[in-house]
T-cell receptor
Framework: ETGVTQTPRHLVMGMTNKKSLKCEQH?????MYWYKQSAKKPLELMFV???????ENNSVPSRFSPECPNSSHLFLHLHTLQPEDSALYLC??????????????FGPGTRLTVL | AQSVTQLGSHVSVSEGALVLLRCNYS??????LFWYVQYPNQGLQLLLK??????LVKGINGFEAEFKKSETSFHLTKPSAHMSDAAEYFC?????????FGTGTRLQVFP
C-alpha cells in the first residue's frame, strides 16, 4: 500500500474519445507527477505540480491536459489520442520537489490502450 | 546534466545466487541516487536511496547498494536471490527538481 491510488487501472479508448485519469495521494504531500511508461523506454516525466501549480511540462502534446484542483488530487484529461499514446501512466507524489524530501511514491498506474 | 545508465536490460540468476544489477550515473553535482522496483502490474516502489553520509546503503527485502564516487556507480546487490525478487529494477538520479530514470533491468530468478 503506497498511499497513492489511481483510477481506472485499465482503460481502452478510441482515438476520438475523451477520458480522464485520476490520481489521489493520502500522504499529505505537496508535489505530484505524471509519468508515461512505454515498453523499452525510460520513464518519461510529463508534468510536475507543486502546491497545485504546474512547474514542469516536458513538451507534452496538447492532447494531454493535466489538472490539479488541490494538493491531494491530480487528473490527466485525454482527448483525440493516437495509438502510440498507449502506455502505462504512472502518478507519483513527494513531500516536496527539492531538498532531501524528494522521495517519490508511485501509484499502481493506469494501463491505457488507444485503438 | 545528469544521466543514468543501467548495463544489461535482462539479468537471470538462480534462486540463492548473488544478484548484481549495475548502474552508472553522470552528475556535475553530488548526486542523490535511488533504486526502485516494479513488480508486474504495479507502480514503482522505493528500494533504497543515497543522499549523503554512509556510502553503503541498505534497503528493503535484503537489497543494498554502494555509492562509489570514483567509479560513478551505484550498483544494487542482494546476497541470495529469492523467487519473489523477479521484477524490473530502475536506477534514478535526482536532477534539480526531478528524477532521471534508467531504462530498467528485468531480473529473472530460476528455481
Amino acid at each position: 500500500e503506497t498511499g497513492v491510488t489511481q483510477t481506472p487501472r485499465h482503460l481502452v479508448m478510441g482515438m476520438t474519445n475523451k477520458k480522464s485519469l485520476k490520481c489521489e495521494q493520502h500522504l499529505g504531500h505537496n508535489a505530484m507527477y505524471w509519468y508515461k511508461q512505454s515498453a523499452k523506454k525510460p520513464l518519461e516525466l510529463m508534468f510536475v505540480y507543486s502546491l497545485e501549480e504546474r512547474v514542469e511540462n516536458n513538451s507534452v502534446p496538447s492532447r494531454f491536459s493535466p489538472e490539479c484542483p488541490n494538493s491531494s488530487h491530480l487528473f490527466l484529461h485525454l482527448h483525440t489520442l493516437q495509438p502510440e499514446d498507449s502506455a502505462l501512466y504512472l502518478c507519483a507524489s513527494s513531500q516536496d520537489t527539492g531538498g532531501l524530501f524528494y522521495e517519490q511514491f508511485f501509484g499502481p498506474g493506469t494501463r491505457l490502450t488507444v485503438l | 546534466a545528469q544521466s543514468v545508465t543501467q548495463l544489461g536490460s535482462h539479468v537471470s540468476v538462480s534462486e540463492g545466487a548473488l544478484v548484481l544489477l549495475r548502474c552508472n550515473y553522470s552528475s556535475s553535482v553530488p548526486p542523490y541516487l535511488f533504486w526502485y522496483v516494479q513488480y508486474p502490474n504495479q507502480g514503482l516502489q522505493l528500494l533504497l536511496k543515497y543522499t549523503t553520509g554512509a556510502t553503503l546503503v541498505k534497503g528493503i527485502n535484503g537489497f543494498e547498494a554502494e555509492f562509489k564516487k570514483s567509479e560513478t556507480s551505484f550498483h544494487l546487490t542482494k546476497p541470495s536471490a529469492h523467487m519473489s525478487d523477479a521484477a524490473e529494477y530502475f536506477c534514478a538520479v535526482k536532477n534539480t527538481d526531478k528524477l532521471i530514470f534508467g531504462t530498467g533491468t528485468r531480473l529473472q530468478v530460476f528455481p
